[in-house]
């Protein structure tokens, strides 16, 4: 969630809504996050909202576009974006929204945020990357509280001096293959994440999309068997134009968990990470997860940036 809710006069708005985008829509939406993302120095929509604007129409997905009329005979002027995913069946459907840099401080922002509320039927989950103060302060605008708390942590990957992994007897470690591995990673990561609605919920599809973007390599996807079962994952991601390596998605079978696998994986990914000459590192956790905190921290992690969910009260 990224805008200015100070509302100035301007040209009049519309806002239309789409269960899925043309390819003039979506490079048009791309391009406004990517201007968004230059002036604020981090994406206001999430890998798995970009990855979503693409492929047609996805059940529970939808995007609004805002525009302010052209002046002058010229076409309306995209300033706006915002995408509702309801798919979690408990929770409230789930919000990013952004504005056009150029076009903040014309009550744009609480547009997009009143509309969602309409969708939503007032239960609305919204992410404000960075936790912005304009961010926070369109929340409450919206009459939304802070519900949640991502951290980004980070830590230099030169000189690096964690021990060699030793992994639990019996449990061996090889690299993911596309094809013959999506379904066993599948159902592994569905456990691994039953509590966690965004991650325990992907699909082959959505598999398939990020096996499809250019910086997906699968001799960085480390896969952990017992007996040819999968027990546990390490899914790192390579982030170029940055120069950072990320522990892209770690996970351990409910069954596995205990036996210090999962601090293993951790370490087989980050040597693999340092081993590529990236000088720096990078995850994502949740600040209530204090037994993940404190394990990356041991690992030589700090908090670099938080994004926060706000929601309507229930």
């Known amino acids: 969630m990224t805008s200015d809710d100070i509302a100035r006069p301007g040209r009049p708005r519309s806002l239309q809504t789409y269960a899925a985008l043309s390819p003039e829509q979506t490079e048009a939406v791309l391009a406004l996050l990517a201007q968004a993302a230059r002036t604020d120095g981090q994406q206001a929509v999430s890998e798995q909202g970009r990855l979503q604007l693409r492929g047609g129409e996805r059940e529970g997905v939808s995007h609004l576009l805002l525009f302010v009329n052209g002046e002058d005979g010229e076409d309306d002027v995209l300033v706006g974006y915002a995408q509702l995913e309801d798919t979690d069946p408990v929770e409230p459907p789930a919000a990013e929204l952004v504005v056009h840099p150029s076009h903040r401080g014309h009550g744009h922002g609480r547009a997009l945020g009143a509309a969602l509320l309409a969708a939503s039927g007032k239960r609305l989950r919204v992410w404000a990357h960075g936790g912005h103060s304009a961010a926070r302060h369109l929340a409450q605008v919206l009459g939304l509280t802070l519900f949640r708390e991502l951290r980004q942590m980070r830590r230099p990957l ?91 998605v770690l996970g351990v079978s409910p069954d596995a968990q205990g036996g210090g696998l999962g601090k293993s994986l951790t370490t087989i990914g980050l040597r693999h990470l340092a081993d590529k000459g990236l000088p720096t590192a990078m995850l994502y956790v949740d600040a209530d997860n204090k037994a993940a905190v404190s394990v990356y921290e041991r690992l030589g992690f700090v908090t670099h940036e938080t994004d926060l969910m706000y929601r309507t009260e229930t």
Do not use: C, M
């Open 158 to 248: 030169v000189g690096f001096d964690l021990p060699d992994p030793v992994l639990p007897e019996g449990v061996t470690v090889r690299t993911f293959v596309p094809g013959r591995d999506d379904a066993a990673w599948l159902a592994v990561n569905a456990a691994a994440f039953a509590h966690h609605p965004e991650q325990g919920s992907l699909t082959q599809r959505d598999l398939d999309a990020r096996e499809a973007e250019p910086w997906f390599d699968p001799e960085g996807f480390f896969l952990a068997e017992r007996e040819g079962r999968i027990v546990g994952f390490h899914w790192t991601k390579v982030h170029e134009a940055e120069g950072l390596g990320e522990v892209y």
